[in-house]
């Protein structure tokens, strides 16, 4: 019998561990944005952490209970949570109330030039940047997701049944579209290009409308729930957790119709649970199950390095700043680590 | 799968007026320094005496798994991947449904949701059933009957107000349709909470140390559309194959009639107990252990559900003995 060393987790620390900061906070990473060279995390017990680099973290106190959901706005962080509240907080730790719910948790944000959304229920509130009221979106069922455009022309809220598309016309309403599919649909999103637009469902499996003709299809193939995926290098790849490998869709050309998805593996038989992408590269960053955080070229799965080793529990957020230079990464127990890419 | 810590869940059930509300501000109450999250639905009965009370909205949907039974409660699995995010760790969560929910959805949802599956588990469904007017919400409304039919407590309430001839009555009528349900006699839903929360019902151990009266069936009965019980015992070893093909076929074909199944077999060649509980077509089975030694080997098992006696149960079940 002989053993394979590479099936066990690789218990010494990664250079990007001995560099870096790591933490051991004891309650849930739930979310993580970058602004600017800035990164703000969010947690389990409402607070939020900033973190830059030459600078120790900042620690701010937003939320009641969980944060649910954070988007940026400019140089804001947007944030909701089961507090009911919706938040917009700067850099410099100033917090304000858009707005609250009271006992109703706000379970999505989103933004786009000024433009605020957010989700409580089965109602998308949009803030024109220029109105103090929002306008009431109402769907028939709970939200489970919301995105803009690149353009911000466009709103995709994701629910049971398929996605209803808003859009305002020429003389400022908004009208819907709706693309329909039985089931529950949450995380949704446009592809950079705008051509696509695409939810991970409550199945086991990807729902995509080719927009220009409602053309829609399944991807499918999927070991657990997708409940991470990100259109990597504008509209190059849809890279997607919820496999033991991370599994990267081709959308150039003629979309991923027909086409066999890219497979990048990882050691040992933890699933993907978190992907962010490379800014403008054809490479995307995992998180897995057990903790591990990898750095992987698409299309030369020999590169591949680790970023953080195993810490037995399942990776919920990565951040990469904007300058490229530094990433965050948290977990469900809490563990985080900051640290810089580049050798120094 | 059997280690990892997981956050008990009770579902509390029971018709309009029964008596839940009564009994979750009792739970609440008596369980000091526990900390509870309470789901309530927004149209449900108010003065919910606890500092984490979230809203749901009962949205069911079907699982697009080709089984047409398989409903879901979207709305929970939202709410409870979102409280298994807190800081605090919670000792149990309590759903109080509305008096008119069918049970099945909510118990389904911890069969179909691998993250909910992985961090809470279904305790118990707890039925309160109000002793002077269940008899006839039985006959006028069919959730009344699914919330007996789905109970692993039934706390037949309000027996104050009824007389000691019409509580057997009512007894008999909860017995006929779920043999297996604990009954508890209250007023005021003054059961002892140890036999409501922590019960671990759904648990295939469970069923191995309460099992349920395994007595003859009564086939008789009014209407087509009443829900019943049966069940069957074999000194006989089943032949597994056999078993697997029939039982398979039978949940693919009739799960949505079936509503609850429990049983214990003996496999022809087996050294194993082989234990199993379904809700509907969603089934939960392994093998739980070599049979003890101061016991005979025997396969028991119990259908509650509408339109049993069309199933050719018996005959079914007969000829899966082994030759």
């Known amino acids: 019998m002989t053993t394979d060393l590479n099936q066990f987790p690789q218990l010494d620390k990664t250079k990007f561990e001995q560099r870096g900061i790591q933490l051991e906070i004891g309650v849930p990473v739930t979310c993580a944005v970058s602004i600017g060279n800035y990164i703000a995390a969010g947690f389990g017990d409402g607070t939020i952490r900033i973190f830059s680099s030459g600078e120790k973290h900042k620690t701010l106190k937003a939320h009641k209970g969980v944060i649910l959901c954070m988007a940026k706005d400019g140089d804001n962080i947007l944030t909701g949570g089961d507090d009911g509240y919706f938040l917009k907080i700067s850099l410099n730790g100033e917090i304000n109330e858009v707005t609250n719910f009271g006992s109703r948790w706000v379970d999505h944000v989103a933004a786009h030039n000024g433009n605020l959304v957010c989700s409580s229920g089965k109602v998308a509130y949009y803030w024109d940047k220029n109105k103090k009221e929002p306008k009431s979106l109402n769907h028939d069922s709970t939200i489970g997701g919301l995105a803009f455009d690149a353009k911000g022309r466009r709103l995709a809220v994701s629910r049971y049944g398929g996605v209803t598309v808003w859009k305002k016309d020429y003389s400022n309403k908004w009208k819907s579209t709706k693309l329909d599919w039985k089931g529950s649909h949450n995380k949704v999103s446009f592809s950079p290009d705008g051509k696509y637009l695409v939810t991970s469902m409550q199945e086991n499996v990807l729902r995509c409308w080719r927009l220009k003709d409602k053309l829609d299809f399944a991807m499918s193939g999927y070991g657990s729930k997708v409940k991470s995926f ?13 496999a033991i490998d991370a599994i990267c869709w081709p959308f150039d050309g003629e979309g991923p119709m027909g086409r066999t998805p890219i497979c990048v593996p990882y050691v040992g038989n933890n699933q993907v649970t978190f992907i962010e992408p490379f800014p403008n590269e054809k490479a995307i960053f995992a998180g897995l199950s057990d903790g591990s955080v990898f750095l ?22 990565i951040a990469m700043t904007d300058d490229k230079s530094s990433i965050f990464i948290g977990d469900m127990s809490g563990n985080t680590l900051w640290t810089s890419i580049w050798d120094q | 799968m059997e280690n990892k810590h997981q956050v008990p869940v009770t579902v509390l059930t029971g018709f309009l007026g029964a008596g839940k509300t009564t009994l979750l501000n009792r739970i609440l109450t008596e369980q000091h320094g526990q900390k509870y999250a309470v789901i309530v639905n927004e149209f449900g009965e108010q003065g919910i005496d606890n500092d984490l009370v979230v809203d749901a909205d009962e949205e069911v949907f079907e699982m697009n798994n080709g089984c047409i039974c398989c409903t879901v409660r979207g709305d929970l699995i939202r709410i409870l991947s979102g409280l298994m995010k807190r800081a605090d760790k919670l000792d149990a969560i309590i759903v109080e449904t509305t008096g008119l929910a069918d049970p099945a959805p909510v118990a389904q949802t911890f069969f179909v ?11 118990a469904i707890v039925t309160v059933a109000d002793a002077v007017h269940l008899s006839s919400q039985i006959e006028d409304h069919h959730e009344a009957e699914e919330q007996i039919a789905f109970g692993d407590v039934i706390l037949l309430n309000k027996i104050d107000l009824v007389k ?33 929360l922590n019960l671990d019902a759904f648990s295939l151990k469970r069923i191995l140390e309460v099992e349920p009266d395994f007595l003859e069936s009564d086939h008789d009965h009014e209407h087509d559309d009443d829900v019943t019980s049966l069940s069957f015992v074999s000194d006989k070893p089943l032949d597994m194959e056999k078993f697997q093909n029939w039982f398979g076929k039978l949940l693919q074909t009739k799960g949505q009639d079936i509503m609850r199944t429990k049983g214990i077999l003996d496999f022809k060649g087996e050294n194993d107990r082989y234990v199993f509980q379904g809700v509907h077509m969603l089934m939960d089975a392994s093998p739980m252990g070599k049979w003890p030694d101061d016991k005979e080997r025997s396969s028991r098992l119990v259908f509650i559900g509408r339109n049993l006696e069309t199933m050719n149960l018996k005959e079914g079940f007969e000829a899966c003995k082994s030759e």
Request: with cysteine; net charge negative; hydrophobic share 35%.
């Open chain 1, 296 to 317: 992987s070229q698409i299309e030369n799965e020999n590169n591949t390095i680790i970023i953080r080793s195993f810490t037995g529990s399942e990776v919920s957020a």
């Open chain 1, 230 to 242: 990100a259109f990597i290098d504008d509209s190059s790849y849809l890279a997607t957790s919820g």
């Open chain 2, 113 to 123: 949701d691998q993250d909910v599956a992985n961090k809470t588990k279904l305790d």
């Open chain 2, 164 to 196: 000691d001839e019409n509580i057997d009555v009512v007894t008999k009528r909860i017995r006929k349709i779920n043999p297996f349900a604990k009954i508890i006699k209250t007023t005021k839903c003054g059961a002892p909470l140890k036999e409501i």
